[in-house]
């Protein structure tokens, strides 16, 4: 039996509070004359007074949060779950503690969060049979508003029980009770899917077509099961196929989404269209995607809406037109939406109520974190769009400004932005004809890689080198990105301004890029992993300037480059990080005149690292061409020359990919015997060419003149060109 109160006489009770902090008050119940049932509910000698109490209890609570902080503080959420969970009383006397519990629900947050701490959501589940509507009615809406308070409880919706495998069948068999049950049970059932693994429970369990025709009920139906609809087909192709072949739900999005319909709902069908598109099921050349789903939200994004229908309508645009090249034109010149959004950036930082919760939301830096999100969709590849977004009033500074922003999700959303911009960093300089607007954005984009690498690689030492937020790490993917776009821009293949150069290299010693870059290259993370493996390589290539800074980044990359850093990369189980570390390899080596001591710096381990990809069959062309790239650059320098020559294996290892068709690996091999047998700068005394010379009777030898030779008439122009030159030094 419940514990807690014991009846010393009629007219002298003491009831013992259950305080929030646990420590027991106990209160006078002359106090509490007027709530009598209480004392009577927590006495367990006078249960046949119950029926009667609990009906009083039901008559209070119901309407009045007050009254419910009063009961729970009292101690009567425990005996009610008790009474629950045992099945006391008969079918009248459970459905009114279902009604109760019910009503409990939806108190204050602190009631619904003591409701989870004595196991409400188990107790509930296992509970939930069809008494009677009431009863069932009232579970449920226990449930539904413990999930709208918190999904922390998710899981046990997934357990097995006596039931089933999971809840969810059980819970879907109980829609057809009522509609208040409709409304409780989908609810439930969307605050509930959290994860894949739930979203599979619920396609294999038939909610797509017990959901289905709810579509075409009442609004207090409707809503709920849109946002289900949005939680089930989230990122998952499987369910976007099921929902499709459904009879109707395309129509029904549709109609959801006409302008005759409360703006809530019409974004919400838009956004589940918008999932049915990114799943694979609707293309986006049909009409209901590339005109009346995007037309919707671009409508929804004006300033005759809610703030918060504002920022859902401009990330749900940013979701739809991601990836498609087509779609991102059409929504371009669809009704003013770059100046639309761009107005969003001029938001003051105003900070409201939800109305969806009691949080206070900074509406200011939500409005500009959706604004960037569709901008980044927006501007993704076209460079006309990039141009018109990129001449909106002071564009550039508000990415500069939320960049520094405390809400990491706008920084998140700043930085997607600037990613999509910086893939022409060229336009950015032309249209704005101001070539240093570029340098404060490097100087900030660093701070922000520093500061949240830092913070990820602490995470890592702790927890694992998965460790740190998603934030922390999205935040680092970008920045790396961001990074990788300006590398190349700067890079002196590409030529610009010799002092955009420097800065670049100076911005990348000032924040230890490089120290920070090789820790995170080492990651378990295979998308930081690669990302930090390209900046590196790129990174690389700018070593190559002829200054002082280019010789200090130079320093600095050959002291952080070690063995230990570089072998693992070159035999990286993903081949496209091989490529990129490869790259890294080849840009050191560029060199001329510093090769040979790169080379002694790298190590044997290194240059045997690259030899075996060059020697392995199963990798792609493109990693095998950047292998074969490192050596031939490598040897350009002298002391390689001399090494190289008498390492007859590793020669033949680089000789195999002449008899390759494709012309990418031929043409760094030719590459290599012309530098193998060089004269410049390699020989010394009284005889310049004598170690040329013998270079070129080792290769001879070898019979590299006949693997020449037979090039000639079956190979490409360019090849037979290399090849005609390279044979003049066997002459």
Same mark, same amino acid.
């Given at each position: ?74 101690? @009567? ?14 079918? !009248? ?44 009615? *009232? ?14 409880? &998710? ?6 029980? /006596? ?102 709902? $019409? ?5 589940? @269209? ?42 749900? =645009? ?75 009033? %002071? ?7 939320? #960049? ?52 990820? @690689? *602490? ?8 460790? *740190? ?24 293949? /590409? ?5 955009? +150069? ?25 998308? =930081? ?22 010789? $200090?980044? /130079? ?73 074969? %790239? ?12 001399? !090494?190289?020559?008498? +390492? ?27 530098? =193998? ?21 080792? #290769?001879?030898?070898? *019979?590299?003149?006949?693997? #020449? ?17 390279? =044979?003049? &030094?066997?002459?």
């Amino acid at each position: 039996m419940p514990t807690g109160f014991r009846r010393d006489s009629p007219s002298s009770v003491a009831i013992m509070e259950v305080d929030m902090d646990s420590r027991p008050v106990f209160v006078d119940s002359q106090l509490l004359s007027r709530r009598a049932y209480i004392a009577t509910l927590l006495n367990d000698e006078v249960s046949d007074e119950w029926p009667s109490a609990i009906l009083q209890l039901k008559n209070d609570v119901i309407g009045s949060n007050n009254e419910k902080d009063i009961s729970m503080r009292h101690g @009567l959420v425990p005996r009610l779950l008790k009474w629950l969970e045992t099945e006391y009383g008969g079918p !009248h006397f459970q459905t009114e503690v279902a009604v109760v519990l019910g009503s409990m629900a939806m108190g204050k947050a602190n009631t619904t969060e003591f409701l989870m701490e004595n196991k409400a959501v188990p107790i509930v589940l296992k509970s939930l049979t069809n008494i009677s509507r009431m009863y069932t009615e *009232g579970l449920v809406r226990c449930l539904r508003y413990i999930f709208k308070h918190s999904a922390a409880h &998710s899981d046990y919706l997934f357990e097995e029980n /006596r039931f089933g495998n999971t809840y969810i069948p059980h819970l879907l068999s109980l829609l057809p009770v009522s509609p208040k049950c409709q409304e409780h049970i989908i609810t439930v059932l969307e605050r509930a899917c959290q994860t894949k693994e739930h979203q599979q429970v619920l396609l294999e369990s038939g909610a797509v077509s017990v959901l289905a025709p709810m579509l075409w009920g009442p609004y207090h139906i409707q809503m709920p099961t849109l946002l289900c609809f949005g939680k089930l087909c989230y990122k998952n192709p499987d369910v976007c196929a099921a929902v499709i072949k459904e009879h109707d739900t395309k129509e029904a999005f549709v109609n959801l989404m006409a302008r005759d319909k409360p703006s809530e709902m $019409q974004i919400e069908a838009a956004k589940v @269209l918008t999932y049915l598109h990114r799943g694979g099921a609707i293309p986006s050349s049909d009409f209901v995607i590339s005109r009346k789903t995007l037309g919707t939200l671009v409508r929804m994004c004006k300033r005759d809406r809610p703030l918060m229908q504002n920022v859902h309508a401009a990330e749900t =645009l940013a979701c739809l037109i991601e990836k498609d090249v087509g779609l991102q034109e059409i929504a371009s010149i669809t009704d003013h939406v770059i100046s639309t959004l761009a107005n969003y950036l001029q938001f003051k930082d105003v900070k409201k109520m939800s109305a969806n919760s009691n949080q206070e939301v900074d509406w200011g830096s939500e409005m500009k974190r959706a604004a960037f999100l569709a901008f980044a969709s927006l501007t993704a590849n076209d460079e006309d769009i990039r141009e018109k977004v990129i001449k909106q009033d %002071c564009f550039i500074e508000q990415v500069q400004a939320s #960049l520094l922003s405390d809400n990491q999700l706008e920084v998140i959303a700043s930085l997607k932005c600037l990613h999509s911009l910086t893939r022409s960093v060229q336009q950015i300089r032309t249209v704005l004809h101001d070539s240093s607007v570029w340098k404060p954005i490097v100087d900030i984009l660093f701070q922000v890689f520093s500061s949240a690498s830092e913070e990820l @690689l *602490g995470l890592d030492k702790e927890v694992g080198a998965q460790g *740190g937020s998603p934030e922390t790490r999205e935040k680092v993917l970008l920045a790396i990105g961001c990074m990788c776009n300006l590398a190349l821009e700067f890079s002196p293949s /590409r030529e610009p301004d010799a002092g955009d +150069k420097i800065i670049f290299a100076i911005a990348m010693l000032e924040y230890n890029a490089v120290e920070l870059l090789s820790e995170l290259s080492q990651s378990q993370d295979a998308a =930081l992993r690669f990302n930090a493996t390209w900046c590196l390589m790129l990174a690389c290539d700018l070593q190559s300037l002829a200054y002082g800074s280019g010789e $200090q980044l /130079r320093v600095s990359l050959i002291s952080c480059l070690t063995a230990d850093v570089l072998v693992p990369r070159l035999e990286d189980e993903l081949v496209t990080i091989r490529e990129k570390a490869l790259g890294i390899v080849r840009n050191l080596l560029t060199t001329k005149h510093s090769i040979d001591h790169a080379v002694k710096s790298l190590g044997s381990s290194v240059i045997e690292a690259v030899f075996n990809n060059i020697r392995n069959p199963s990798m792609p062309p493109e990693v095998i061409e950047q292998a074969l %790239c490192v050596v031939s650059n490598m040897v350009d320098g002298p002391s390689c020359k001399a !090494h190289i020559i008498s +390492k007859t294996e590793d020669i033949n290892s680089v000789l195999q990919h002449l008899k390759s068709d494709n012309e990418d690996l031929q043409l760094p091999v030719l590459q290599f015997i012309s530098n =193998l047998i060089h004269t410049i700068d390699d020989d010394h005394g009284s005889f310049p060419r004598a170690g040329s010379y013998q270079r070129m009777l080792t #290769l001879k030898s070898m *019979g590299v003149p006949q693997m #020449l030779e037979s090039l000639i008439g079956t190979s490409t122009a360019e090849v037979e060109k290399r090849v005609h030159e390279t =044979l003049k &030094s066997f002459a």
